[in-house]
């Protein structure tokens, strides 16, 4: 079973920084698309950040130029780096995997919250 294993997240203030790591297992993390979602109460899950196998990143509008998602493929890992955190931020955060073909499986992390307050 594929198991994408998160940490980071935690309380932030307004304007603080954060950063969420997720580990997947080598085979897909060569191959595989990886992003993040999030989802606050009360709302659908929604894309934050993704980043191709080749490094290529797309960003949802509401994160672009205070977010970051990067890859180290040495240890197969993905980050996001967040900055400039705003309330609306809070969610629970969550990893994901995608070929973007329903041949293959999506695979997501247990989820890791978000909390930014003063």
């Known amino acids: 079973q594929v198991q994408l294993v998160e940490s980071g997240g935690g309380l932030a203030q307004p304007g603080g920084s954060l950063r969420l790591s997720c580990a997947a297992p080598?085979?897909?993390?060569?191959?595989?698309?990886m992003g993040w979602y999030r989802q606050a109460p009360g709302t659908q899950r929604e894309l934050v950040a993704t980043i191709t196998s080749g490094g290529t990143t797309n960003y949802a509008r509401s994160v672009k130029g205070r977010f970051n998602i990067s890859r180290d493929n040495a240890k197969n890992t993905v980050y996001l780096q967040m900055s400039s955190l705003e309330p609306e931020d809070t969610a629970v955060y969550y990893c994901?995997?995608?070929?973007?073909?329903?041949?293959?499986?999506?695979?997501w992390g247990q989820g890791t919250q978000v909390t930014v307050s003063s």
């Open positions: 080598k085979s897909i993390f060569n191959i595989y698309t």
């Open positions: 994901n995997a995608q070929r973007g073909s329903i041949y293959y499986p999506n695979y």
